[in-house]
């Protein structure tokens, strides 16, 4: 009897453990929770806290702004702070962001895109605490990361607390590009980190902290609630287009490798529906693809060549992802020949947004992409042995 009974233990066991390794291998994948949606993991450390948060219209819970999701839940949320694009999301690139109120909620907005780039400390006194959740693309030039930093550097100032709400890196699955150098820091490009850094904004606020790139080597108090069921090597759709020129997952997966052309004459799509998806100049030899910018009210008020028909190249198809250098050489080749000139007519941009000067001059001297791509290694290995001690997500 007892035999009996051990044998049938045994089995079950045997066949709870088979069951589990069938979920494992052929379940399907479980689904990815950002950090704003588990709420049970960061509403304790809002209790009884006056709360300050940089969010805009990526942050969410589900369907519904993290900012009402909060103020519903009894939080009590003192001001917002907008960056670039604004609280809501509408505003151009590099548009003026005002100070306003929230219709909805009442709260007031307070802007730290433009010449106020951090809170001041007597503002920062009214909040006992600091929520950051904004959706990230993954590029060292995309500047919500840059707005992260000066919100780290103002809360360890002022001894807050900075909440970071996690989401993944849509481009997280690469490494590309040349580490910035410290004489091209600017708002496009505020850390020695490669275009392509492969971290998320937790992962990179840890960073931050490690290699003490805050003003005066300051670290700021920082807790990331960690996205669930995630890793570096996982694609990732979002849901909610994280600025007006970025509409769907084909202009973020663009988005490196193309803006670039923003030293340059040439069109990518502002002004159309498919930004950062085309290539054009108005001139029939660079293409057959054609299109027209127009002015469109939110995310391309007075694009670059507006009205006039451009020819070039259609990328809405294109498959390949990461870093891809020849756009940028191939159109430098082309618009020489029949332009007669350089197509980088903004060379201080161009060196901005790629945190060198190196990789305009190597262009510039006829380097084909695997030349210069060779140039970085050293650094970007480098770069991956510290990128190593700050991974939430192997």
């Not at 079950?12 to 088979?18: E, K, N, R, V, W």
């Not at 950090?35 to 809002?46: I, K, N, P, S």
């Not at 490669?194 to 290699?211: F, R």
């Not at 259609?314 to 756009?327: A, I, P, S, V, W």
Request: contains cysteine.
């Amino acid at each position: 009897m007892i035999r009996t009974i051990l044998l049938c233990v045994v089995w079950a066991l045997l066949s709870c453990t088979s069951t589990d390794k069938t979920d494992k291998n052929k379940g399907e994948p479980k689904e990815i929770i950002v950090g704003a949606a588990q709420t049970e993991d960061y509403l304790t450390l809002l209790k009884d806290k006056k709360v300050g948060v940089l969010v805009n219209q990526t942050s969410t819970i589900g369907s519904t702004y993290l900012v009402d999701s909060l103020v519903n839940l009894g939080v009590d949320i003192k001001m917002i702070f907008a960056p670039e694009h604004g609280f809501r999301g509408k505003a151009d690139a590099g548009a003026h962001v005002k100070d306003g109120v929230d219709e909805k909620t009442g709260i007031k907005i307070y802007s730290i895109y433009g010449k106020n780039k951090r809170p001041s400390p007597e503002l920062l006194k009214e909040v006992d605490v600091v929520i950051f959740d904004i959706q990230d693309v993954g590029c060292r030039f995309y500047t919500y990361i840059s707005s992260m930093h000066y919100m780290m550097e103002a809360c360890a100032e002022a001894n807050k607390k900075l909440i970071i709400l996690d989401r993944p890196n849509p481009n997280g699955m690469y490494i590309d590009g040349p580490v910035l150098k410290k004489e091209f820091t600017s708002f496009v490009g505020m850390h020695a980190i490669p275009i392509l850094h492969g971290l998320t904004v937790g992962e990179l606020a840890q960073m931050i902290n490690g290699e003490r790139w805050l003003r005066n080597k300051n670290i700021c108090d920082i807790e990331v609630i960690k996205v669930k069921n995630y890793n570096h090597e996982m694609t990732y759709s979002l849901p909610i287009k994280p600025s007006p020129n970025l509409p769907n997952d084909q202009s973020i997966k663009l988005y490196p490798s193309l803006c670039f052309f923003e030293a340059t004459p040439v069109s990518i799509g502002r002004g159309t529906d498919f930004p950062f998806q085309v290539i054009g100049y108005p001139n029939d030899s660079l293409g057959v693809f054609t299109f027209t910018p127009r002015s469109i009210e939110g995310a391309a008020s007075n694009p670059v060549l507006k009205g006039e028909l451009c020819y070039g190249e259609d990328l809405r198809t294109e498959e390949k992802g990461g870093l891809q250098l020849e756009y940028i050489v191939n159109w430098y080749n082309l618009y020489k020949k029949y332009e007669g000139k350089s197509v980088i007519t903004k060379k201080k941009w161009m060196d901005l947004l790629s945190g060198t000067d190196a990789l305009r001059l190597a262009i510039e001297e006829g380097q084909s992409e695997d030349q210069i791509k060779k140039s970085w290694e050293s650094e970007l290995q480098k770069y991956k042995q510290m990128r190593a001690k700050y991974l939430i997500y192997n």
